[in-house]
């Protein structure tokens, strides 16, 4: 069967782990990666949901305004991922001390991970949020200062990688691991069909 992908796609975001994800799902797109530069502070009492579906879809709105004439016909995908402890977003590690904290808190509890995918393509749009719980095992102090030290949860939600040294304190999910990652591959499987594209 003749598969049906976009001639390009472009990801307004810099996340190599989103762009892995992508070419893993569609090995042949051309991948044109336009980060949107955005505010992405924490707005008091906004759930993690609202926040993901606020900011992903102020990526692709973004991105859309200044898109370069010859990737106008190309579907824009933005995507935004959270970790919410109890039902309070955490944001991503401000400095080694903040990246410590969370770890604490995560230490010995289960955790919600949610990803809002943005796909638009003209006056098409589709959106979607995916949850997943992760479970974490007790933590020591001495293991969290080691991960901090290596420098992998500077730039991740809830300041931990589970595609990385991370997987390690994982001791349970349900639901999408990639979306863990940061792109929940199936949701973007299920919106490229709306679009009219197969990929698979």
Request: hydrophobic share 45%; proline share 5%.
């Given at each position: 069967m003749n598969k049906k992908?976009?001639?390009g796609l472009v990801l307004a975001s810099a996340s190599p782990r989103r762009r892995e994800l992508l070419l893993q799902l569609m090995p042949e797109?051309?991948?044109?990666i336009l980060p949107a530069n955005l505010d992405e502070s924490l707005i008091t009492s906004?759930?993690?949901?609202?926040r993901v579906l606020r900011?992903?879809?102020?990526?692709?709105?973004?991105?859309?305004a200044n898109l370069p004439k010859a990737f106008t016909n190309y579907p824009i995908l933005a995507a935004d991922t959270e970790?919410?402890?109890?039902?309070?977003?955490l944001g991503k590690p401000e400095s080694f001390d903040h990246a410590v904290a969370l770890l604490q808190q995560l230490s010995g509890c289960s955790h919600q991970v949610t990803t809002a995918v943005q796909l638009l393509q003209g006056e098409k749009v589709q959106q979607a949020a995916i949850t997943t719980e992760v479970s974490f095992k007790e933590l020591t102090k001495g293991e969290i200062v080691a991960?901090?030290?290596?420098?992998?949860p500077m730039d991740k939600?809830?300041?931990y990688g589970i595609q990385g040294?991370?997987?390690?304190f994982v001791t349970g999910i349900q639901g999408s691991y990639s979306n863990v990652v940061g792109l929940p591959l199936e949701t973007v499987y299920l919106q490229l069909r709306q679009l009219g594209y197969t990929v698979i």
């Amino acid at each position: 069967m003749n598969k049906k992908i976009p001639a390009g796609l472009v990801l307004a975001s810099a996340s190599p782990r989103r762009r892995e994800l992508l070419l893993q799902l569609m090995p042949e797109v051309k991948l044109h990666i336009l980060p949107a530069n955005l505010d992405e502070s924490l707005i008091t009492s906004e759930t993690g949901t609202a926040r993901v579906l606020r900011l992903a879809e102020a990526k692709a709105t973004a991105v859309k305004a200044n898109l370069p004439k010859a990737f106008t016909n190309y579907p824009i995908l933005a995507a935004d991922t959270e970790v919410v402890l109890k039902g309070v977003p955490l944001g991503k590690p401000e400095s080694f001390d903040h990246a410590v904290a969370l770890l604490q808190q995560l230490s010995g509890c289960s955790h919600q991970v949610t990803t809002a995918v943005q796909l638009l393509q003209g006056e098409k749009v589709q959106q979607a949020a995916i949850t997943t719980e992760v479970s974490f095992k007790e933590l020591t102090k001495g293991e969290i200062v080691a991960y901090v030290a290596t420098g992998e949860p500077m730039d991740k939600a809830g300041g931990y990688g589970i595609q990385g040294l991370g997987a390690a304190f994982v001791t349970g999910i349900q639901g999408s691991y990639s979306n863990v990652v940061g792109l929940p591959l199936e949701t973007v499987y299920l919106q490229l069909r709306q679009l009219g594209y197969t990929v698979i």
